[in-house]
C-alpha cells in the first residue's frame, strides 16, 4: 500500500470500485506484471470523475509510461478531446503508441518525446486540464510553465505530492530521497499561495494536489 493513509481504509476504498476490464485491465496487468509504475486504483477514478465533471477539450499529461492513464482519461473524456503526453523513455514511449494504435486512440492521444522541462519550454497550447505524473524531483521547476499552458479556468492534478509519507515528515525521509523532498515540499508551498492559486492536498494513493489558479 502507499504507506500515506491506513491499509485498512485504502484496501476498504478499492474495493468499492469496480474492476475494469478491456483494454484498462489488460494494460493493469500487464503494468503489474511489468513493474510499471501506474496510477493507484482510486486515483484513476479521482482522474475519471474530474473529466466527467470538468470536461476538458485538451488535456496535457507529464508521464507516458505504458499509455494507461492517459488512455483511462481519453475513455471518460468527450469524444472531441485531445490528449497530448510527454515520456521520455524510448521503451515505454513504444510500448505506449503500440497500445494507443492497437486499441483506436491515435487520433486522441499524442505523445511528445523528450524530457518534461524541455518540452513544455516548447509548448505554447492552452490546456484544461494538465496531470502531472513524471520527475517527482522536478514538479516545481514545471509548475511555472503549466501555469502559463493553464486554460483559465484549468486545474493541474499533480499525483505523488506526499511520496511515501516522505513529504509530511522528517521521521519517513530516506537520504537518498532527500532532494525529491525538499523539491515535492517546495511544489506544496508555491500552489499553497493563496493570493495565486486554490490547492486541495489529498492523502489518496501516493498523494494527489488539485490546483486552480485564482482570477
Ligand atoms: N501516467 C502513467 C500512468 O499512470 O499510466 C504513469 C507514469 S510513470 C509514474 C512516470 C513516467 O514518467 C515514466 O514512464 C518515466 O519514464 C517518465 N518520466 C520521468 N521523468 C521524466 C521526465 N523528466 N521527462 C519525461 N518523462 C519522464
Same mark, same amino acid.
Given at each position: 500500500?502507499? %504507506?500515506?493513509?491506513?491499509?485498512?481504509?485504502?484496501?476498504?476504498?478499492?474495493?468499492? @470500485?469496480?474492476?475494469?476490464?478491456?483494454?484498462? /485491465?489488460?494494460?493493469?496487468?500487464?503494468?503489474?506484471?511489468?513493474?510499471? *509504475? &501506474?496510477?493507484?486504483?482510486?486515483?484513476?477514478?479521482?482522474?475519471?470523475?474530474?473529466?466527467? @465533471?470538468?470536461? *476538458?477539450?485538451?488535456? #496535457?499529461?507529464?508521464?507516458?509510461?505504458?499509455?494507461?492513464? =492517459?488512455?483511462?482519461?481519453?475513455?471518460?473524456?468527450?469524444?472531441?478531446?485531445?490528449?497530448?503526453?510527454?515520456? +521520455?523513455?524510448? /521503451?515505454? &514511449?513504444?510500448? =505506449?503508441?503500440?497500445?494507443? $494504435?492497437?486499441?483506436?486512440?491515435?487520433?486522441?492521444?499524442?505523445?511528445? $518525446?523528450?524530457?518534461?522541462?524541455?518540452?513544455? !519550454?516548447?509548448?505554447?497550447?492552452?490546456?484544461?486540464? &494538465?496531470?502531472?505524473?513524471?520527475? /517527482?524531483?522536478?514538479?516545481?521547476?514545471?509548475?511555472?510553465?503549466?501555469?502559463? #499552458?493553464?486554460?483559465?479556468?484549468?486545474? &493541474?492534478?499533480?499525483?505523488?505530492?506526499?511520496?511515501?509519507?516522505?513529504?509530511?515528515?522528517?521521521? #519517513?525521509? !530516506?537520504?537518498?530521497?532527500?532532494?525529491?523532498?525538499? +523539491?515535492?515540499?517546495?511544489?506544496?508551498?508555491?500552489?499553497?499561495?493563496?493570493?495565486?492559486?486554490?490547492?486541495? @492536498?489529498? *492523502?489518496?494513493?501516493? %498523494?494527489?494536489?488539485?490546483?486552480?489558479? +485564482?482570477?
Amino acid at each position: 500500500m502507499s %504507506g500515506i493513509t491506513h491499509d485498512y481504509m485504502e484496501h476498504y476504498i478499492r474495493s468499492l @470500485i469496480k474492476d475494469h476490464n478491456g483494454i484498462l /485491465k489488460e494494460l493493469e496487468d500487464y503494468a503489474h506484471s511489468n513493474h510499471v *509504475p &501506474i496510477i493507484h486504483k482510486e486515483v484513476a477514478k479521482f482522474l475519471e470523475l474530474m473529466i466527467t @465533471i470538468k470536461k *476538458p477539450l485538451k488535456i #496535457l499529461e507529464l508521464g507516458t509510461a505504458i499509455g494507461y492513464s =492517459a488512455i483511462l482519461m481519453s475513455l471518460s473524456s468527450k469524444e472531441n478531446s485531445l490528449i497530448t503526453t510527454i515520456e +521520455r523513455d524510448k /521503451k515505454m &514511449i513504444e510500448l =505506449a503508441q503500440g497500445n494507443i $494504435e492497437k486499441h483506436g486512440f491515435k487520433n486522441k492521444i499524442n505523445i511528445i $518525446e523528450g524530457d518534461c522541462l524541455e518540452v513544455l !519550454e516548447k509548448l505554447d497550447d492552452k490546456y484544461d486540464l &494538465i496531470f502531472m505524473d513524471a520527475g /517527482k524531483g522536478h514538479y516545481n521547476h514545471f509548475l511555472n510553465h503549466c501555469v502559463r #499552458l493553464l486554460s483559465k479556468d484549468g486545474i &493541474i492534478i499533480a499525483d505523488n505530492v506526499l511520496f511515501r509519507g516522505m513529504v509530511a515528515t522528517d521521521e #519517513l525521509v !530516506e537520504r537518498r530521497k532527500i532532494t525529491i523532498v525538499k +523539491r515535492m515540499r517546495e511544489y506544496l508551498e508555491m500552489v499553497s499561495d493563496s493570493e495565486k492559486f486554490i490547492t486541495s @492536498i489529498m *492523502p489518496m494513493g501516493d %498523494g494527489v494536489a488539485v490546483t486552480t489558479r +485564482r482570477d
